[in-house]
């Protein structure tokens, strides 16, 4: 149960997703809305502060990359998580690059959901900004894999092939690349000592 009453703006162009979400968080403790299109999403964010989004990217009209683009505009504060059907790295790297906090592929699990959102509201309250360019690439790519696998490596080389391919400089690169070594071998370490 949340302890805060946490509002959560749906915005999917199935009836069926949003009552799936709005029952499921509702029962979580938030508080949901829930809205069929991006015009609708955008007409309820202006007349409302939500702490999350989940946004879907196939919406009649205006698409949810526009949506995206048009929301962290005017509400810095509200943290956006794609929720798909677009299995696709590239799309979740381009949602990722425009500020959304997380990428969910449907058919979704209601556990991954709401830790994501618990993740990306947390990130938000306890940096105050978003990730870097590169972090949000590799959280793209992230996303995508198998969690089973070892993937680390697979991860950090698949991110660096995509910034190389968007033009980031071969500086941000090697020093992200650097970062993530780092981290890889503390993960490492506290797996080998657990």
């Not at 997380?102 to 309250?125: G, N, Q, W």
């Not at 306890?126 to 894999?145: P, Y």
């Amino acid at each position: 149960m949340v302890n805060k009453r946490l509002s959560i703006l749906i915005v999917d162009d199935e009836q069926v997703v949003c009552d799936l979400l709005h029952d499921e968080l509702s029962e979580r403790g938030y508080l949901c809305t829930t809205a069929l299109d991006g015009n609708a999403a955008l007409a309820k964010l202006a007349t409302k502060d939500f702490d999350a989004v989940l946004l879907d990217i196939r919406l009649p009209g205006m698409s949810g990359m526009e949506v995206l683009r048009k929301a962290l505009l005017d509400h810095h504060n509200t943290v956006t998580i794609m929720v798909t059907a677009i299995n696709d790295v590239e799309t979740a790297v381009e949602a990722m690059k425009l500020g959304a906090s997380d990428y969910i592929v449907k058919p979704f699990d209601m556990d991954t959901v709401d830790m994501s959102i618990r993740t990306a509201l947390e990130t938000r309250s306890t940096t105050g900004k978003r990730l870097s360019e590169m972090d949000s690439i590799a959280s793209g790519v992230e996303v995508l894999l198998d969690p089973f696998l070892s993937y680390s490596k697979m991860v950090t080389q698949r991110t660096v092939d995509i910034a190389r391919r968007l033009g980031i400089s071969e500086k941000e690169i090697e020093r992200w690349s650097v970062e993530k070594a780092s981290l890889d071998l503390k993960k490492d370490a506290v797996v080998a000592t657990s």
